[in-house]
C-alpha cells in the first residue's frame, strides 16, 4: 500500500470577494480568518485543479492537481467518494461545469512575513478563480525569485452587480531577491519532494505475502507434474 501523502502547505489561502480580502478557514476554530494586510510571497509552483459544489450529490466536489490540462488527466470527485468524470480538461469541460465544479488556479508559494525575514517563511497554497484569477494573469506572474505582494483591494474598486458588490484583488509584482530565494532552499526542497512523489505514476499494488505463497506453490505443483 502507498504511503499517504502530506501536503506541505501550512495554510490554504482564497480570495473573499464579498469583502475585498484575501483569508483562509481555520478548520479547528470553524472561523474564516482574513488578512488586513498585504501578503508578501515567491512562487514555486503553479497547478491547476477543480473546485466546486454539487447539488445532485449534496456534496462538495474537488479533483487532483496537475501541470498540464492538455496532458494530464483530471479526475473529479464529490466529498461523498462518488466519481463524477475523469478525462483530460476539454473533453470533459461540458460534465464537470453543469456537476457545478469550477476550474481553480492553485499556486503554491512561500509566504514571508511583512519584515520578510527567512526565519517565518512557510509553505502555503492559493486557490484563485473568477475575479482573483484574472487579476493575477494580469500581472502574468510565474515562478521565480520576484516577491509578490497580495494587497486587499482599495475601498473604491469595488464592482457592482445586480445584487452587491465584489472586490477585485490587487496583485502587484516586485523586484527580484536572490538571498531570500537562496534561504528558502529547505522550504523549496521540501514542496520539490512532495510533487515528485505525487505525480509519480501510480504502481500497482504488491501482492499479499500468503496469496504470492499460493501462487508459488501451484506453479511448483503444475512443475511436477508436467
Known amino acids: 500500500m502507498q504511503k499517504k501523502l502530506i501536503n506541505p502547505a501550512s495554510l490554504v489561502f482564497s480570495w473573499f470577494s464579498e469583502v475585498g480580502k484575501w483569508g483562509f478557514v481555520d478548520t479547528l476554530a470553524n ?80 509566504l514571508f512575513n511583512r519584515m520578510l525575514e527567512p526565519g517565518y517563511a512557510q509553505i502555503i497554497n492559493i486557490r484563485m478563480n473568477d475575479l482573483a484569477l484574472k487579476s493575477w494573469q494580469k500581472a502574468a506572474i510565474i515562478p521565480g525569485r520576484n516577491i509578490i505582494v497580495l494587497k486587499p483591494a482599495k475601498d473604491h474598486a469595488a464592482i457592482e452587480t445586480r445584487d452587491d458588490f465584489y472586490y477585485k484583488p490587487q496583485i502587484i509584482k516586485k523586484g527580484s531577491r536572490d538571498d531570500l530565494y537562496v534561504a528558502t532552499r529547505p522550504q523549496q526542497e521540501k514542496l520539490k519532494a512532495y510533487f515528485t512523489e505525487y505525480f509519480k505514476p501510480a504502481k500497482p499494488e504488491p501482492m499479499h505475502a500468503l496469496e504470492a505463497g499460493l501462487e508459488s506453490q501451484t506453479f511448483l505443483e503444475k512443475d511436477k507434474t508436467s
Do not use: F, W
Open 31 to 110: 472561523r474564516t480568518v482574513l488578512c488586513h494586510h498585504p501578503m508578501h510571497i515567491m512562487v514555486l509552483e503553479v497547478l491547476h485543479t477543480l473546485r466546486g459544489y454539487s447539488h445532485q450529490h449534496q456534496s462538495g466536489l474537488y479533483a487532483n492537481e496537475v501541470r498540464s490540462l492538455k496532458h494530464q488527466v483530471l479526475c473529479v470527485k464529490a466529498s461523498n467518494g462518488s466519481e463524477i468524470a475523469c478525462g483530460l480538461y476539454h473533453d470533459i469541460k461540458p460534465l464537470i461545469t453543469k456537476s457545478g465544479a469550477e476550474y481553480y488556479k492553485s499556486v503554491y508559494a512561500i
